[in-house]
């Protein structure tokens, strides 16, 4: 660890930034989350990608005249870029060698930057850390992202959007994409600060202290449904990357898709010993099973059991 990162993690030297659009109260529930940190950060930046909702403005005139808060809070409003653009400013305004991202309708523990900004103190080729979350709205779920190397993150996310990074390395990546509006954003965020310095690393405190919203209606979810052009975005982004470690990435994948393959058929199997009716898609793909990829194989398995 260099001086300065040392000197860093003595001072708690972290500042945080909230981004916001028409959030509401929820904007202000994750406000009070910061403030109420074991390890408080030195100020909070909340910029406001062009909100329209009066009640979501009111909300935050009220943060910003509440003088009670024990965090400083500045906010900056901007019209509407997306929120790669809001992070990224909201990170250029930062004067702090540590940096949280955190969405205006998550809210954090009261551990989370203790434990987290720890963390990255003791291990100086971490970029950025975080933590696993604990689902909230329609999904009641702990969710255990497990951080990594670059060649973990080629093949899928292993970080959540709500992080502290390392401010040197923000810089040398040159921050989030403002491109991407789609989705993805964190996770090709993620792909160039590991591509930083040899070694690199995200980590991850292994225990829920995200709460993290969902709904059917949220960018995370909506996103899946242009995963593929996303990923060929990101995939010919970090080309490099992908051409080093092709293998590992073509075996994370094919280890993904088998657990979710085996998944589905341990529910069949369940399903038919407990003599319950099989869906029309279910039936479909053992008279009709797929080839090449583990699925003929599965249905023989199903088979074996119906006869």
């Known amino acids: 660890m260099d001086i300065n990162d040392s000197k860093a993690c003595l001072k708690a030297d972290i ?3 909230i981004t916001s659009y028409n959030q509401g109260s929820m904007v202000l529930e994750a406000v009070q989350s910061v403030c109420n940190q074991t390890v408080l950060p030195k100020g909070i930046i909340i910029i406001d990608d062009g909100s329209t909702d009066r009640y979501s403005l009111d909300i935050l005139d009220r ?9 400083p809070i500045t906010i900056h409003f901007q019209e509407n870029k997306g929120v790669s653009a809001a992070r990224n400013i909201g ?4 004067q702090s060698s540590m940096v949280l991202v955190l969405d205006g309708d998550d809210k954090l523990e009261a551990g989370y930057i203790e434990n987290v900004s720890k963390l990255l ?50 810089k040398q990546c040159e921050g989030y994409d403002e ?3 789609s989705g993805f954003e964190d996770w090709d965020f993620f792909l160039s600060m590991l591509e930083t310095i040899p070694e690199a690393y995200i980590g991850i405190v292994e225990k829920p ?3 993290y919203r969902t709904s059917p209606s949220s960018a995370n ?8 052009e996303l ?11 992908y051409v080093d470690h092709i293998t590992s990435v073509l075996l994370d994948m094919e280890a993904i898709s088998t657990s979710r393959l085996f998944g589905w058929e341990n529910e069949i199997i369940h399903m038919i010993k407990k003599d319950q009716k099989l869906s029309e898609s279910a039936n479909d793909f053992i008279k009709n099973p797929s080839y090449g990829d583990g699925g003929m194989a599965s249905a023989v398995r199903i088979a074996s059991i119906i006869f």
């Open 221 to 228: 979810i909506k996103s899946m449904d242009k995963r593929s």
């Open 91 to 94: 990170i250029s305004k930062t």
């Open 179 to 181: 491109s991407m509006r």
């Open 231 to 241: 990923m060929r975005y990101i995939i010919e982004k970090h080309n490099s990357s």
């Open 209 to 211: 202290l995200i709460n």
């Open 15 to 17: 500042e945080a930034v």
């Open 63 to 71: 943060i910003k005249n509440d003088f009670g808060l024990s965090v």
């Open 121 to 170: 103190c003791d291990n100086p080729k971490m970029v950025i850390a975080s933590s696993w979350m604990r689902t909230f709205g329609v999904l009641d779920a702990i969710v255990r992202p497990a951080g990594g190397n670059i060649v973990s993150f080629l093949s899928h996310n292993c970080c959540p959007a709500t992080h502290i990074l390392r401010k040197k390395f923000y």
